[in-house]
């Protein structure tokens, strides 16, 4: 099975531009979860989505926002860039979307704001 | 709230000796608990993960943690550490009650690995 595909891998930006991240997740699973990786802060969560609705949401400002195809397939946007919203975003999805469930990790998008 | 704490920022080992990271956690409910892996400009790999069936969890590549509920941890071992250990491990809890999927990271423990 192919594992968690997110795109792109890299990508610059500049402040106030806006970006959109896409994620895979793994064939037949339905819950896709967004994270933020930062030095400082390090990773935290920012959204979950299940059957097209997001489900659990972390403490971040409204310019960041998500959303889930029939496919299960993801993305997530970010408005108004700031220079602290460079990160490492990771994706990661699993099938049913219970706690117990194992989460699978894409490889991230790196995303640079100058 | 739930979180997690672990406990050495940063550890070396050298090749051939055990591994130790400590990780401790806080939850108002009986947790899963994970760890996962992360090589340099990679993603995240799960290790193992603890969901109230036997309190010792085994792992892959040799890694195994035990849960222990009286003192809130779940620290991770190898009894050989291997150059290809070098990279970070976060101690991860899951919270149960969420209606989904929602993970709480702890800061991450970058191993050294010195041959």
């Known amino acids: 099975k192919a594992g968690v595909t997110q795109t792109p891998r890299y990508l610059i930006k500049t402040r106030g531009q806006q970006v959109t991240l896409s994620c895979s997740p793994i064939s037949g699973h339905r819950s896709v979860s967004w994270y933020q990786q930062t030095p400082g802060q390090g990773l935290q969560f920012l959204f979950e989505?299940?059957?097209?609705?997001?489900?659990n949401k972390g403490n971040f400002p409204g310019r960041f926002s998500g959303r889930q195809f029939s496919n299960s397939r993801s993305e997530m946007n970010v408005s108004t860039l700031e220079l602290g919203d460079s990160a490492l975003y990771l994706c990661?999805?699993?099938?049913?979307?219970?706690?117990?469930?194992?989460?699978?990790f894409g490889p991230g998008t790196r995303l640079t704001v100058l | 709230a739930q979180s997690v704490t672990q406990l050495d920022s940063h550890v070396s080992v050298s090749e051939g000796t055990p591994v130790l990271l400590r990780c401790n956690y806080s939850?108002?409910?009986?947790?899963?608990l994970f760890w996962y892996v992360q090589h340099p400009n990679k993603g995240l790999q799960l290790l193992l993960k603890?969901?109230?069936?036997?309190?010792l969890v085994k792992g892959i590549n040799g890694f195994e943690a035990e849960f222990k509920k009286s003192e809130t941890s779940f620290h991770l071992t190898k009894p050989s550490a291997h150059m290809s250990d070098a990279a970070e491990y976060f101690c991860?809890?899951?919270?149960?009650?969420?209606?989904?999927?929602?993970?709480?990271f702890g800061g991450g423990t970058r191993v050294l690995v010195k041959p």
């Open positions: 939850s108002s409910y009986s947790p899963s």
């Open positions: 990661a999805s699993s099938y049913s979307g219970i706690g117990t469930d194992t989460q699978y």
């Open positions: 989505y299940f059957s097209e609705t997001q489900r």
């Open positions: 603890y969901t109230s069936a036997a309190t």
């Open positions: 991860v809890v899951s919270d149960l009650r969420a209606a989904g999927n929602k993970l709480t």
